[in-house]
């Protein structure tokens, strides 16, 4: 059957991917395992990130990277740390058990700095994912797989240009988050009206609810919220529903929630920047380096993984495999 893809592309000549279909967490995993890694060497990788609990984007992540260590015959050891210096502590743990590579994410680069040096030193080959897309190179990390969040910020406020907005409200979960940070930054450059930033705690949902409808209370101005994230996104419906607001959210990010908001005309659109690809990959790069000497990018450039927007016009296409946990 042949599927006609409706999804709507902000970035020119993405190369289009297939994948197999594989398995869950340390070695192993989902239930079928693609045949091409069975006679390679057992790596073992870590995966390292700045994960929130219960935030439910980074199951989107996992599921691709174990999906990658099932096919590669990859032992994967997932840990994630909020704080940046518990990060770089369990970048350290993974060096002294000398894994074979380290896939990190770079919300906070400059605190992560001398860990990512040490595993350098130690012969662990690093690639970055997620966050820290202006930062990698720098660092000496080898490869980088994510979206460029300059371009999507910018994106968004184009569009809310499109739809005539003339105040918009940026809410923040996390912050000093580098990739957050620019996509509020490079939204409020591009949009013609006014924009405003919130921070909140992303690990108090409750706080997060109260802060944005005292916000849509004290300012009637605010036509939509702008969260970064799924799960603030469907936080800011009810925050909306509490101060008798307006007000339209549209989000970056997706879980299988989200995606049925969007369905039901309850957020507006979401930037898509593939965590499932971001996942992926990271594993899969670690594995061709130690297997072939393979570098994406050339070891210079980002591989990108979006962005691109979820709409009604492409939505259930996207809920299909949303069901499946990989979008």
Same mark, same amino acid.
């Given at each position: 059957m042949? /599927?006609?893809?409706?999804?709507?592309?902000?970035?020119?000549?993405?190369?289009?991917?297939?994948? $197999?279909?594989?398995?869950?967490?340390s070695?192993?995993?989902?239930?079928e395992?693609?045949?091409?890694?069975?006679e390679?060497?057992?790596?073992?990788?870590?995966?390292?990130?700045?994960?929130?609990?219960?935030?439910?984007?980074w199951d989107?992540?996992?599921a691709?990277?174990e999906? !990658? $260590?099932?096919k590669?015959?990859?032992?994967?050891?997932?840990?994630?740390?909020? &704080? =940046?210096r518990?990060?770089?502590?369990?970048?350290?743990?993974?060096?002294?058990r @000398?894994?074979?590579?380290?896939?990190?994410?770079?919300?906070? *680069?400059? =605190?992560?700095?001398? =860990?990512?040096?040490d595993?350098?030193?130690?012969?662990? *080959?690093?690639?970055?994912?997620?966050?820290?897309?202006?930062?990698?190179?720098?660092?000496?990390?080898?490869?980088?797989f994510?979206?460029?969040?300059?371009?999507?910020?910018? #994106?968004?406020?184009?569009? %809310?240009?499109?739809?005539?907005?003339?105040?918009?409200?940026?809410?923040?979960?996390?912050?000093?988050?580098? $990739?957050?940070?620019?996509?509020? !930054?490079?939204?409020?450059?591009?949009?013609?009206?006014?924009?405003?930033? %919130?921070?909140?705690?992303?690990?108090?949902?409750?706080?997060v609810?109260?802060?944005? !409808?005292?916000? %849509?209370?004290?300012?009637?101005?605010?036509?939509?919220?702008?969260?970064?994230? #799924? *799960?603030?996104?469907?936080?800011?419906?009810d925050?909306?529903? +509490?101060?008798?607001?307006?007000?339209?959210?549209?989000?970056?990010?997706?879980?299988?929630? %989200?995606?049925?908001?969007?369905? &039901?005309?309850?957020?507006?659109?979401?930037?898509?920047?593939?965590?499932y690809?971001?996942?992926?990959?990271?594993?899969?790069?670690?594995?061709?380096?130690?297997?072939?000497?393979?570098?994406?990018?050339?070891?210079?450039?980002?591989?990108?993984?979006? *962005?691109?927007?979820? +709409?009604?016009?492409?939505?259930?296409?996207?809920?299909a495999?949303?069901e @499946?946990?990989? /979008?």
């Open positions: 042949k /599927r006609n893809t409706t999804y709507t592309a902000l970035l020119a000549g993405a190369a289009s991917l297939m994948f $197999a279909a594989t398995a869950c967490s070695e192993g995993g989902r239930e395992a693609a045949d091409e890694g069975v390679t060497p057992e790596l073992t990788i870590a995966m390292i990130t700045h994960e929130v609990p219960g935030d439910t984007f989107i992540i996992r691709g990277a999906d !990658a $260590a099932a590669d015959n990859v032992t994967l050891e997932y840990s994630s740390d909020p &704080e =940046a518990g990060q770089a502590s369990l970048i350290q743990n993974a060096i002294d @000398e894994v074979d590579g380290i896939a990190v994410t770079l919300s906070k *680069p400059d =605190a992560l700095e001398g =860990a990512i040096a595993a350098q030193e130690a012969g662990i *080959p690093v690639v970055a994912f997620n966050s820290g897309i202006e930062e990698w190179a720098d660092m000496g990390v080898q490869q980088y994510g979206t460029d969040e300059h371009l999507a910020g910018t #994106a968004f406020g184009e569009r %809310l240009n499109d739809v005539g907005a003339q105040k918009a409200l940026c809410v923040i979960q996390e912050q000093g988050h580098v $990739a957050l940070e620019t996509r509020c !930054a490079s939204l409020g450059e591009a949009f013609e009206g006014d924009s405003e930033v %919130l921070y909140v705690d992303s690990a108090n949902m409750p706080e609810r109260s802060s944005i !409808a005292a916000k %849509l209370q004290e300012d009637t101005d605010i036509e939509y919220v702008v969260t970064l994230g #799924a *799960p603030i996104a469907m936080t800011a419906i925050s909306i529903d +509490d101060a008798g607001s307006d007000a339209t959210v549209a989000t970056f990010d997706t879980n299988t929630e %989200l995606v049925g908001a969007i369905q &039901e005309g309850v957020v507006e659109w979401a930037v898509d920047q593939q965590p690809l971001q996942g992926y990959l990271a594993v899969d790069s670690l594995w061709l380096y130690n297997t072939n000497g393979n570098v994406s990018g050339g070891g210079t450039e980002p591989v990108l993984t979006g *962005p691109a927007f979820i +709409d009604e016009s492409n939505i259930d296409e996207i809920a495999f949303a @499946e946990g990989t /979008r």
